[in-house]
């Protein structure tokens, strides 16, 4: 095992993948673009990965709303990714999780498995807060493990096949989420109705 500590040697996790033969799997609640037009080293390490030749490389974020609803999230880095594989015909393919009924309400992983058997287990963001300099956090550790590998393999490759590549396939998730607004909204406009029409007869 092999400590990870954010940021004194979140460096680490690049280098993990950087290691990388045959796969890299890759579970993240989000990965974000840096300021100031940096690349981001984690996810540039992952596509020089699929880039080498011979490493599958399968990523899954999360389809929460906020982590979907916005302008430059999780949708719009799955369909950069997917747009860099296709555009260089890499062996990458990046997915959104299946959330709701009978699955996770969320994801909020922060885990890399390289070859089936390094494992990262952390709570170190891919954004610009955890690894340069920002937060200061016993961030995780690699275990070195064909046993864990196989163990976390199968519960990704779960999580695979009940992701989604596309936004589009999300309806059922993203409505329900704004019915539940929008009743929510409701419910408050009708209290406040019914707060004015009981002061106005206490007039």
């Given at each position: 095992?092999?400590?990870?500590?954010?940021?004194?040697t979140?460096?680490?996790?690049?280098?993990?993948?950087?290691?990388?033969?045959?796969?890299?799997?890759?579970?993240?609640?989000y990965?974000?673009?840096?300021?100031?037009?940096?690349?981001?080293?984690?996810?540039?390490?992952?596509m020089?990965?699929?880039?080498?030749?011979?490493?599958?490389?399968?990523?899954?974020l999360?389809?929460?709303?906020f982590?979907?609803?916005?302008?430059?999230?999780?949708?719009?880095?799955?369909?950069?990714?997917?747009?860099?594989?296709?555009?260089?015909?890499?062996?990458?393919?990046?997915?959104?999780?299946?959330?709701?009924?009978?699955?996770?309400?969320?994801?909020?992983?922060?885990?890399?498995?390289v070859?089936?058997?390094?494992?990262?287990?952390?709570?170190?963001?891919?954004?610009?807060?955890?690894?340069?300099?920002?937060n200061?956090?016993?961030?995780g550790?690699i275990?070195?493990?064909?046993?864990?590998?196989?163990?976390?393999?199968?519960?990704?490759?779960k999580?695979?096949?009940?992701?989604?590549?596309l936004?589009d396939?999300?309806?059922?998730e993203?409505?329900?989420?704004?019915?539940?607004?929008?009743?929510?909204?409701?419910?408050v406009?009708?209290?406040?109705?019914?707060?004015?029409?009981?002061?106005?007869?206490l007039?």
């Amino acid at each position: 095992m092999t400590p990870v500590l954010a940021p004194d040697t979140a460096s680490l996790i690049p280098a993990l993948i950087e290691t990388a033969e045959r796969s890299v799997d890759i579970q993240q609640a989000y990965i974000s673009n840096w300021t100031k037009g940096a690349p981001n080293p984690y996810l540039e390490a992952t596509m020089d990965a699929a880039r080498r030749g011979g490493v599958s490389v399968r990523i899954i974020l999360d389809s929460y709303w906020f982590n979907t609803e916005g302008k430059n999230d999780n949708d719009e880095m799955i369909a950069h990714i997917n747009a860099v594989a296709a555009a260089e015909n890499l062996p990458m393919e990046a997915r959104l999780a299946r959330i709701g009924s009978g699955y996770p309400d969320k994801v909020h992983n922060k885990g890399v498995i390289v070859d089936g058997d390094m494992v990262l287990i952390s709570s170190v963001n891919w954004n610009e807060n955890s690894p340069p300099s920002f937060n200061r956090e016993a961030g995780g550790v690699i275990v070195e493990s064909p046993e864990a590998g196989a163990y976390f393999s199968a519960v990704f490759s779960k999580d695979w096949e009940d992701a989604r590549p596309l936004r589009d396939d999300m309806t059922a998730e993203t409505d329900d989420t704004s019915l539940r607004q929008a009743i929510a909204a409701g419910g408050v406009v009708l209290l406040l109705i019914i707060g004015y029409g009981i002061r106005r007869r206490l007039r």
